[in-house]
């Protein structure tokens, strides 16, 4: 067969059929070919859950471990207080992003159900009012 390049000599298949010009999955008619704030608000509260414990939390640990044993030798003692350390900032810091993103992420989706629309109004105002609402509470 003349033009043909087979994939290999056991196929006699021309690559032409193999090539896919439509989208890689079938949506429902009339869904969005992106995810709205209601689906993306469980990647935000994870994802700020996870950064708060990974990076935040136990770089904060860390210095204040370091600083509350700067007297101690370095011994099996000191090193388990400084992991505790890390821990507890952890876990306290985790609690704090995904509390603000849990509340950025509601907001989000009431403001778009309610305005009907999906811009960037939406976003100015759940950060807004997420703000608003973390620092009346008394919180630094």
């Known amino acids: 067969v003349t033009g043909m390049s087979p994939l290999s000599p056991y196929l006699n298949l021309d690559p032409k059929y193999l090539v896919q010009d439509t989208d890689e999955f079938i949506l429902p008619t009339g869904a969005n070919k992106t995810r709205g704030r209601f689906e993306l608000a469980f990647f935000t509260i994870g994802g700020c859950c996870m950064t708060g414990?990974?990076?935040f939390g136990a770089l904060n640990g860390l210095r204040l471990g370091l600083k509350e044993t700067q007297n101690m030798a370095w011994s099996k003692p000191r090193n388990v207080q400084i992991l505790n350390m890390v821990?507890?900032?952890?876990?306290?810091?985790?609690?704090?992003?995904?509390?603000?993103?849990l509340l950025y992420s509601a907001f989000g989706v009431v403001i778009e159900k309610t305005r009907g629309a999906e811009d960037d109004l939406n976003t100015i105002a759940a950060g807004t009012l997420t703000g608003m609402l973390y620092k009346s509470t008394g919180r630094v």
């Open 87 to 101: 821990t507890r900032q952890g876990a306290l810091w985790a609690n704090t992003l995904g509390s603000l993103a």
């Open 53 to 55: 414990r990974a990076a």
